[in-house]
C-alpha cells in the first residue's frame, strides 16, 4: 500500500502563488510518474501536470508558463509551484502517483486551492 500526504493549499489573491507538496510512502520500490490533477465545482476532474522518472514533464495548456512540477526522489515528494494564479485555478488539487506505468495508481486526498478575483 501507498499513502500519499498533501500540503499548501489554502487562499490567494488572483496574482499569488502558492506551492503544493505531496509525500508518498509505504510499499513504494519505484514511482513509474507523479502527477496533479484538480477538480474544480462541476467539473471533471483533468490533468495539471505530470513528471516522469525519466524526468520528462508536461503541463495541461491552461497552466503552461505559469506551473511548475518538480520531484524529490529521495522523499519520494512531487511538488507543484504556482504561480500567476487567476480565479479559474479554483479547484481541489490531488495528487496521484503510479508505480506502475499507464495503471490508475494512489491518490491523496486533495487539497483545496482558492483564488479570488
Known amino acids: 500500500q501507498v499513502q500519499l500526504v498533501e500540503s499548501g493549499g489554502g487562499l490567494v489573491q488572483a496574482g499569488g502563488s502558492l506551492r503544493l507538496s505531496c509525500a508518498a510512502s509505504?510499499?513504494?520500490?519505484?514511482?513509474?510518474?507523479m502527477a496533479w490533477y484538480r477538480q474544480a465545482p462541476g467539473k471533471q476532474r483533468e490533468l495539471v501536470a505530470t513528471?516522469?522518472?525519466?524526468?520528462?514533464?508536461n503541463y495541461a495548456d491552461s497552466v503552461k508558463g505559469r506551473f511548475t512540477i518538480s520531484r524529490d526522489n529521495a522523499k519520494n515528494t512531487v511538488y507543484l509551484q504556482m504561480d500567476s494564479l487567476k480565479f479559474e485555478d479554483t479547484a481541489v488539487y490531488y495528487c496521484?502517483?503510479?508505480?506502475?506505468?499507464?495503471?490508475?495508481?494512489?491518490w491523496g486526498q486533495g487539497t483545496q486551492v482558492t483564488v479570488s478575483s
Open positions: 513528471i516522469f522518472n525519466s524526468g520528462w514533464k
Open positions: 496521484n502517483v503510479k508505480l506502475i506505468p499507464l495503471t490508475a495508481g494512489y
Open positions: 509505504g510499499s513504494i520500490s519505484s514511482i513509474s510518474a
